[in-house]
């Protein structure tokens, strides 16, 4: 005659358990590290690592100003290329270049 719960459901239920409860406290030890982990991949700060532009010198002329100016336009231009802000009226991202498109549709809500 057979009994049930045999030794094997014992075995599977006991380690079963033991492995529930071992991922069970792992995640409630590493869950606030994890997070911070996870977060430090999506900082908001962001540094433009391209060279500053020089000082004028003492006594510029206007040439030296007037390509002075550029180079700051350029260097702020490039900048905001690689560091781009969240207003809208700056300068546009990539991402909103592509909504220029004509030939793209409007996506609504529902539109599955």
């Known amino acids: 005659m057979f009994l049930f719960p045999g030794s094997w459901a014992v075995f599977q239920f ?4 033991l492995f529930w ?11 606030d590290s994890f997070e911070i982990y996870i977060d430090s991949f999506y900082t908001s700060s962001c ?3 391209l060279p500053m532009v020089r000082a004028l010198p003492a006594e510029p002329t206007e040439v ?3 390509a002075w100016a550029l180079a ?5 231009e ?3 290329r690689i560091c781009p802000t969240s207003k ?7 991402v909103s270049s592509f909504t220029d498109i004509k030939d793209v549709g409007e996506v ?3 539109a599955w």
């Open 14 to 17: 006991v380690t079963s358990l």
């Open 88 to 94: 809208k009226e700056d300068t546009p991202t990539e």
């Open 47 to 49: 540094v433009c690592d």
């Open 108 to 110: 609504t809500d529902g």
């Open 21 to 31: 409860l071992i991922a069970m406290m792992i995640h409630i030890f590493y869950i």
């Open 72 to 76: 700051q336009v350029e260097r702020k």
């Open 64 to 66: 030296e100003k007037k």
């Open 78 to 80: 490039k900048c905001s």
